[in-house]
């Protein structure tokens, strides 16, 4: 029988804004589809299992947790990370854990945190936070719709190098770093965001897709269709609320 595994990081202090939803719907879309699913919960110390994770997840944490968990993530995950990801597995990481896979993550009082550079991006925080609804339209992942919808709260400024591609540009919210109208990366099999909500439950088609690519190296070939009405009416409404919220001039953008 064909298992997906779901391995989450530090599920006991990297999980804020309803993130604990990502892991839901990873697990609750796998099984609707009639495949086995396993999720191994990875905190601190060493742990066992990282070599069959198919998805990776990474969620949001303040300052205080990202410092608790910063040296772990070095010492403990980062080798077995980058060999489960050089052998397919894929990687969903929310603010706190997005920024913890880049460069380093620097506090507003001036605290470093290293991180493992998985993905070539860095973050430094800045004076206030960016808190709100944010609306993404997304680039190159072929997803359907094109957009997502979630929520933010972050003080880190994340800016990408030339290896990590923006996820999408933001229509609503600061995104990245609420300069340059980027929001998240996508870099190999790894997708870093900014979005709580939880994210995935009204964004089913990036489940479908964290889920399909993963699924590949267990031979699936492409994932069947699920009834999402209710995701996606809920999604919906998310993008016509902002639509009304910004008046006339939005109301040009269809869909
Ligand atoms: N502590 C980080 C910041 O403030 C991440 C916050 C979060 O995960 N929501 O930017």
């Not at 040296?71 to 603010?95: F, N, T, Y």
């Not at 639509?243 to 001039?249: E, F």
């Amino acid at each position: 029988m064909t298992r997906l595994t779901v391995g989450w990081l530090y599920p006991d202090l990297m999980n804020i804004y309803g993130d604990r939803g990502n892991i839901l719907t990873l697990l609750k879309r796998t099984k609707w589809r009639g495949y086995e699913t396993q999720l191994i919960e990875l905190p601190r110390g060493v742990t066992e299992g990282m070599d069959d994770v198919d998805v990776f997840f990474f969620g949001g944490g303040q300052d205080r947790e990202q410092s608790l968990v910063y040296e772990d993530l070095l010492e403990h995950k980062q080798p077995l990370i980058e060999r489960a990801v050089a052998s397919g597995s894929m990687i969903l990481a929310v603010c706190g854990g997005y920024q913890l896979l880049g460069h380093h993550y620097r506090t507003a009082d001036g605290h470093e945190f290293p991180g493992i550079g998985l993905i070539d991006v860095h973050t430094d925080a800045g004076p206030g936070r960016m808190i709100g609804d944010v609306v993404v339209d997304i680039e190159g992942l072929g997803l359907d719709p094109p957009n997502l919808v979630g929520f933010e709260n972050h003080s880190g400024r994340t800016f990408l190098g030339s290896k990590a591609a923006p996820l999408g540009r933001v229509r609503v919210g600061s995104g990245n770093n609420g300069e340059d109208g980027t929001e998240g990366c996508v870099q190999g099999a790894v997708i870093g965001t900014y979005l709580h909500g939880s994210l995935l439950p009204k964004n089913p088609q990036l489940a479908d897709h964290l889920i399909g690519r993963a699924l590949r190296r267990r031979g699936v070939e492409s994932l069947s269709a699920l009834d999402d009405a209710v995701e996606l009416d809920a999604h919906a409404r998310i993008l016509e609320r902002e639509r009304q919220r910004r008046g006339p001039a939005a109301r040009q953008r269809s869909r």
